[in-house]
C-alpha cells in the first residue's frame, strides 16, 4: 500500500523535533507519561505501563497501514525526550486528517512548545500534504485544552456527546475544531506571532 504520509518524516524547529516513534523510543517516553496529570482528560491512562505499551505499540501497526503518523518530541535544548503527538484519521481521498494524542510533560506545559510543535505539523499538512481540512478535537470540560487550540487557530465546530469511553469507564463529550485550507496564511501567521512573543516572555 503507498501510503500518504512518506515514512520517515522529520520536523525540524528550533525549540523541539518531531522525531518518528520508534520502539527505541519507549523506555524514555514511558518515565515522562508517568506523571497522571498528562491523561486526566485522555480515554487511555499512559501512565499505565501496560496501557501505554499497548497504545503505542498499536499505534506503530496503524502506521504501516497508513492509518496513524506518530510523533515524539525532542526537546533540543536537553535532548530529551518530553512528549508524544500524531497524525490520525487519515483520509488521502478526502486530503483530511486529525492532529491529536498530544501531550506533554507538565513542565512544559505553557510555553512555545506546543505553539512549535503545532506550527510544524500544519505547516506539513498544509504545505506538503496540501490537507483542505486538519481536524482537532478534546474533552469538552478539558478547558486548557480547549483554549490551546483556539490560540493555534482551530475553529469550534461543536460538541459530539457521549463520544468516547474512556478506559476508566467514564463517558467523554468531545468538542471539535478544524483548521480550513483557506484558514491557513492568517493561521500560520497568527501562529508563528504567537510562538515568538511566548518564547520572549519565558
Same mark, same amino acid.
Given at each position: 500500500?503507498?501510503?500518504?504520509i512518506?515514512?520517515? $518524516?522529520?520536523? *525540524?524547529?528550533?525549540?523541539? /523535533?518531531?522525531?518518528?516513534?520508534?520502539?527505541?523510543?519507549?523506555?524514555? &517516553? !514511558? #518515565?515522562?507519561?508517568?506523571?497522571?496529570?498528562?491523561w486526566?482528560?485522555?480515554?487511555?491512562?499512559?501512565?499505565?505501563?501496560?496501557?501505554?505499551?499497548?497504545?503505542?505499540?498499536?499505534?506503530?501497526?496503524?502506521?504501516?497501514?497508513?492509518n496513524?503518523?506518530?510523533?515524539?518530541?525532542?526537546?533540543?535544548?536537553?535532548?530529551?525526550?518530553?512528549?508524544?503527538?500524531?497524525?490520525?484519521?487519515?483520509?488521502?481521498?478526502?486530503?483530511?486528517?486529525? $492532529?491529536?494524542? *498530544?501531550?506533554?510533560?507538565? /513542565?512544559?506545559?505553557?510555553?512555545?512548545?506546543?505553539?512549535?510543535?503545532k &506550527? !510544524? #505539523?500544519?505547516?506539513?499538512?498544509?504545505?506538503?500534504?496540501?490537507?483542505?481540512?486538519?481536524?482537532?478535537?478534546?474533552?469538552?470540560?478539558?478547558?486548557?485544552?480547549?483554549?490551546?487550540?483556539?490560540?493555534?487557530?482551530?475553529?469550534?465546530?461543536?460538541?459530539?456527546?457521549?463520544?468516547?469511553?474512556?478506559?476508566?469507564?467514564?463517558?467523554?463529550?468531545?468538542?471539535?475544531?478544524?483548521?480550513?485550507?483557506?484558514?491557513?496564511?492568517?493561521?500560520?501567521?497568527?501562529?508563528?506571532?504567537?510562538?515568538?512573543?511566548?518564547?520572549?516572555?519565558?
Amino acid at each position: 500500500m503507498d501510503n500518504w504520509i512518506k515514512h520517515p $518524516i522529520i520536523l *525540524t524547529g528550533k525549540l523541539v /523535533d518531531l522525531i518518528p516513534l520508534d520502539k527505541s523510543h519507549f523506555d524514555e &517516553l !514511558l #518515565l515522562v507519561a508517568k506523571d497522571k496529570r498528562i491523561w486526566e482528560f485522555l480515554p487511555k491512562d499512559g501512565s499505565d505501563t501496560e496501557k501505554f505499551l499497548t497504545e503505542y505499540n498499536d499505534t506503530l501497526v496503524e502506521r504501516e497501514k497508513g492509518n496513524h503518523y506518530p510523533f515524539v518530541i525532542l526537546h533540543k535544548q536537553t535532548d530529551k525526550l518530553i512528549g508524544s503527538t500524531r497524525l490520525f484519521d487519515i483520509h488521502p481521498q478526502y486530503r483530511n486528517l486529525e $492532529i491529536g494524542w *498530544t501531550w506533554l510533560h507538565p /513542565d512544559y506545559w505553557g510555553t512555545a512548545i506546543n505553539f512549535e510543535c503545532k &506550527l !510544524l #505539523l500544519l505547516t506539513y499538512c498544509f504545505e506538503t500534504l496540501k490537507t483542505i481540512r486538519v481536524q482537532l478535537k478534546t474533552s469538552d470540560n478539558n478547558l486548557r485544552s480547549r483554549r490551546a487550540i483556539e490560540k493555534i487557530g482551530g475553529q469550534f465546530e461543536g460538541i459530539l456527546r457521549k463520544d468516547r469511553i474512556r478506559d476508566n469507564g467514564t463517558i467523554r463529550n468531545s468538542a471539535y475544531y478544524s483548521i480550513l485550507d483557506n484558514e491557513w496564511e492568517n493561521v500560520r501567521h497568527s501562529l508563528a506571532q504567537r510562538l515568538e512573543e511566548t518564547k520572549a516572555h519565558r
